[in-house]
């Protein structure tokens, strides 16, 4: 199984900057793809950035140029670099992994880490 565990996440005014983690352990051989999404109250869950195994990156409108995705594959380390905040950044940001499973064939499967929130004040 696949395990990941977000942290940095926090409070800061608006213009500042936060960088998130998502450290990953057990079979991280077999992602496929890394995503952080964020879930503000009363709204639903949203993909913010994603970074597949080839390096390839995809971000929202929203967060286009001021947000950077990135991995440290030895370190087994997802990172989301957070600059210019802008109050409606405010949400619990989630790790996503996407991977496989082999059961007589290989399956797709998603991973959830338990949230970070970030506050983000005007």
């Known amino acids: 199984q696949l395990q990941l565990v977000e942290s940095g996440g926090g409070l800061v005014q608006a213009g500042g900057s936060l960088k998130l983690s998502c450290a990953a352990s057990g079979s991280t051989s077999s992602i496929s793809a890394l995503s952080w999404y964020r879930q503000a109250p009363g709204k639903q869950r949203e993909l913010v950035a994603t970074?597949?195994?080839?390096?390839?990156?995809t971000y929202a409108d929203s967060v286009k140029g001021r947000f950077t995705i990135s991995r440290d594959n030895a370190r087994n380390t997802l990172y989301l670099q957070m600059n210019n905040l802008k109050p409606e950044d405010t949400a619990v940001y989630y790790c996503n992994a996407q991977d496989e499973y082999y059961d007589t064939s290989y399956y797709p499967r998603t991973s959830w880490g338990q949230g970070t929130q970030v506050t983000v004040s005007s």
């Open positions: 970074i597949s195994s080839g390096g390839r990156t």
